[in-house]
Nanobody
Framework: QVQLMESGGGTVQAGGSLRLSCTASEYTRCMGWFRQAPGKEREGVALIFRGGTDYYADSVRRRFTISQDSAKNTVYLQMSNLKPEDSSMYYC????????????????WGQGTQVTVSS
C-alpha cells in the first residue's frame, strides 16, 4: 500500500506563490495533484510521469509547475500568480499505471492540503 504525505498548503494573497510537496512511500509510475473546492467538481491540476512527461489543466498552465525528485519519490507543485479561484483542497495522487485523468481515478490519494487564496 502506497502512502502519500502532502505538505505546503496554507493561505496566501492573490498573486502570491506557494509550493506543495508530496512524498510517496514507494515508487509509482506517476504522481500529481487534483483539487476540489466546495460546490465544484474535482479536477486534475497537474501530473508527472517518472520519465518526465507532464500534464496540466488549462486553468493552471503557465502558472503552476510540477516537478519531481525521483530518488525521494517526491513531487512538487510550484504555484505562482495564485488566484482566488485556485482556493481548494489539493490532493496528491499516485498510480502504478497512468491513472485516469478524466475521471479522477487513481489508486492512491493523500489526505489533502488546503490552499486558500485571498483577494
Amino acid at each position: 500500500q502506497v502512502q502519500l504525505m502532502e505538505s505546503g498548503g496554507g493561505t496566501v494573497q492573490a498573486g502570491g506563490s506557494l509550493r506543495l510537496s508530496c512524498t510517496a512511500s514507494e515508487y509509482t509510475r506517476c504522481m500529481g495533484w487534483f483539487r476540489q473546492a466546495p460546490g465544484k467538481e474535482r479536477e486534475g491540476v497537474a501530473l508527472i510521469f517518472r520519465g518526465g512527461t507532464d500534464y496540466y489543466a488549462d486553468s493552471v498552465r503557465r502558472r503552476f509547475t510540477i516537478s519531481q525528485d525521483s530518488a525521494k519519490n517526491t513531487v512538487y507543485l510550484q504555484m505562482s500568480n495564485l488566484k482566488p479561484e485556485d482556493s481548494s483542497m489539493y490532493y496528491c495522487v499516485a498510480d502504478h499505471r497512468g491513472g485516469d485523468w478524466t475521471n479522477g481515478q487513481y489508486n492512491y490519494w493523500g489526505q489533502g492540503t488546503q490552499v486558500t487564496v485571498s483577494s
